[in-house]
């Protein structure tokens, strides 16, 4: 079934004619009608479009034009990013007609690769909640277990990918919403380094200075490989953003075993730490330098991440308020206004101080540990509804997240890799790198995939429909 080939897999069919880009197309919105209206993944199917943007391509291949690496490939968009002629909701009911005139730099470089936008997919509201659901969008389905969240806010891709409506996915992560997802249904996801790719949202040109800092936009998928040529296209240089830093995709060979840093904590639930503890071992095994050890200042850097992203966002709370549902005035004002309350402007000014610090910290730390193997949340995928238990579920997910935020308020890159299947529900890890060395974290994480065979397992094939 063509609809259950990774991204590559069928970058490669087409361009050896095996296969045409309307195939491809055809065969992934057939897999959108049979599932999604139950799992609730994609938003806005673009069917027309796509089919004609397929033949489009299939047409410049016949011709003997020169193609792209996604040539011909479908890929879904979450709805908090700007693709052309279609509204950047952002997951709030009132922004519907909010239409986007160009693409966001991300997807202008992944259509610019040759691949194909099929939809839209659901995502939180505003982006700020660990779990799926919006008015306009109702609530996505995890497949592995209805009961849990399939994570948030970018989970909508993720369900899309596993369930095979796409083998592609574009999303951005402001404190997990790469890595979550992906732990939540077992797929792969790249959130690179600040500065990396260029981020610009046509509707709001000023966000506030931690939302700039904090978010980046990367690539989603069912293997690693599927993540190079996607990040690969989305690094495409644009004027949009002056902070894009034009830094080579590879770095320098590093001399010797690469240093692996495993971190767990007494915190880690069991199912999430046997994960890391699997992949460890495969490193090991692999010849990387694994210890057990955790970089400096975690906690500090993950309160960092309250005082600059909650404090910014209920200064845009009276604007976003207005349009957001109950569920999500519960998870931000019980739960993240009522712990953390807003600090004085000399506090909120000197944590981007202390940013600067902490980042020269790891920066020594992984000079001589490039890679930090660790867990995305401390914990599994939570019961639906739970996150609006607030503020003491807040504050636990926010515990579970201590590894997970100081990658967002450090700029570092991080990719996940599933590790497994424990207890009826996904295993997955997070490798995070050194500044602008995706390139490590994404041959760790093909090394621990190679391994596992996380997409052998029966259950995987069962939920891909293959």
């Known amino acids: 079934m063509v609809f259950s080939w990774s991204a590559m897999e069928l970058a490669q069919a087409i361009r050896a004619r095996e296969v045409s880009s309307r195939e491809a197309v055809e065969s992934a919105l057939g897999r959108i009608e049979a599932v999604n209206r139950d ?3 994609i938003r806005v199917v673009l069917a027309e479009e796509a089919l004609a943007a397929a033949d489009d391509a299939d047409r410049r291949l016949a011709a003997g034009e020169e ?3 996604l040539h011909g490939v479908p890929f879904t968009v979450k709805e908090n990013l700007d693709l052309a002629g279609s509204a950047t909701t952002r997951g709030l009911a009132g922004l519907g007609q909010a239409i986007a005139s160009a693409d966001a730099p991300i997807v202008a470089g992944v259509r610019a690769a040759g691949a194909i936008p099929i939809g839209r997919t659901n995502m939180s509201e505003a982006g ?3 779990h799926t659901s919006s008015w306009i969008g109702g609530d996505t389905v995890n497949p592995w277990d209805r009961g849990r969240t399939p994570g948030g806010s970018s989970g909508g891709d993720a369900v899309a990918l596993i369930s095979g409506m796409t083998p592609l996915g574009i999303a951005n992560d402001l404190g997990g919403s790469l890595r979550f997802p992906a732990q939540c249904c ?3 996801s790249l959130k690179p380094t600040f500065g990396r790719i260029a981020a610009h949202t046509e509707g709001a040109p000023e966000l506030p200075m931690s939302m700039q800092l904090l978010q980046a936009n990367g690539p989603m998928a069912r293997r690693v490989a599927d993540l190079r040529p996607a990040f690969a296209a989305a690094c495409l240089p644009d004027l949009r953003d002056p902070w894009q830093v034009p830094v080579p995709l590879t770095g320098p060979p590093l001399t010797g075993p690469i240093g692996v840093a495993v971190t767990l904590w007494d915190g880690v639930d069991p199912q999430v ?3 890391v503890r699997r992949a460890a071992q495969v490193l090991a095994g692999a010849g990387y330098a694994v210890q057990e050890n955790e970089p400096p200042e975690v906690d500090r850097a993950a309160e ?3 005082t600059l992203a909650v404090t910014e966002f209920r200064w845009a709370w009276p604007r976003l308020g207005p349009l957001a549902s109950e569920e999500l005035r519960t998870v931000v004002e019980d739960g993240y206004f009522h712990l953390f309350p807003a600090p004085d402007p000399v ?4 944590a981007y101080g202390a940013r600067k610090t902490i980042a020269a910290q790891w920066a020594h ?3 001589e540990s490039p890679l930090i193997l660790a867990p995305v949340s401390a914990q599994p995928p939570f019961p639906v509804g739970w996150d609006l238990k607030a503020p003491g579920t807040t504050e636990e997910m926010v515990a579970a997240m201590r590894m997970t935020l100081p990658v967002n308020v450090l700029g570092l890159p991080a990719v996940t890799v599933p590790v497994g299947v424990q207890d009826g529900l996904p295993q997955a890890v997070q490798i995070i790198g050194p500044r602008f060395r995706e390139d490590l974290c994404l041959d760790a994480a093909e090394t621990i995939e190679a391994a596992i065979g996380i997409h052998e397992n029966p259950l995987y094939r069962q939920l891909l429909g293959a």
Do not use: E, T
Not at 347 to 350: D, F, P, Q
């Open 39 to 41: 799992l609730n993944a």
């Open 67 to 69: 193609v792209g690496p």
């Open 128 to 130: 700020f909640r660990y």
């Open 186 to 188: 077992g797929v792969a």
């Open 273 to 275: 730490a046997s994960g």
């Open 304 to 306: 960092l991440w309250n």
């Open 347 to 350: 506090a909120h000014g000197m």
């Open 365 to 367: 730390f992984q000079d």
